[in-house]
Nanobody, 121 residues
Framework: QVQLVESGGGLVQAGGSLRLSCAAS????????MGWYRQAPGKQRELVAA???????NYADSVKGRFTISRDNVKNTAYLQMNSLKPEDTAVYYC???????????????WGQGTQVTVSS
């Protein structure tokens, strides 16, 4: 069974930094794209950043220049380095990955449980 486990959220003052991690475990044959989404209260979930298996990245306009997504393919882990945080970055952050199961060889989308990021002004 494949799982995604996030860590690294918390409370930080505006202008501060946090680093989120997302570790995939279980029966994994391969991982395609990995991404971070966020959902603020009363708002829809939105894509923050994504990274392909080859390392290509894309970002939401609101985080460009402040957030950096990366991945370690050996550790099956994605990271989101968040700098110059703003109160509007406050949300629950979710990890997403397209993973081919090593048992069934079927590719599915998996989600982490979410981690709260709160930025105080």
């Amino acid at each position: 069974q494949v799982q995604l486990v996030e860590s690294g959220g918390g409370l930080v003052q505006a202008g501060g930094s946090l680093r989120l991690s997302c570790a995939a475990s279980g029966s994994i044959f391969s991982i395609n794209a990995m991404g971070w989404y966020r959902q603020a209260p009363g708002k829809q979930r939105e894509l923050v950043a994504a990274i392909s298996s080859g390392g290509s990245t894309n970002y939401a306009d609101s985080v460009k220049g402040r957030f950096t997504i990366s991945r370690d393919n050996v550790k099956n882990t994605a990271y989101l380095q968040m700098n110059s945080l703003k109160p509007e970055d406050t949300a629950v952050y979710y990890c997403n990955a397209r993973i081919m199961d090593g048992s069934s060889y079927q590719a599915n989308d998996y989600w982490g449980q979410g981690t709260q990021v709160t930025v105080s002004s």
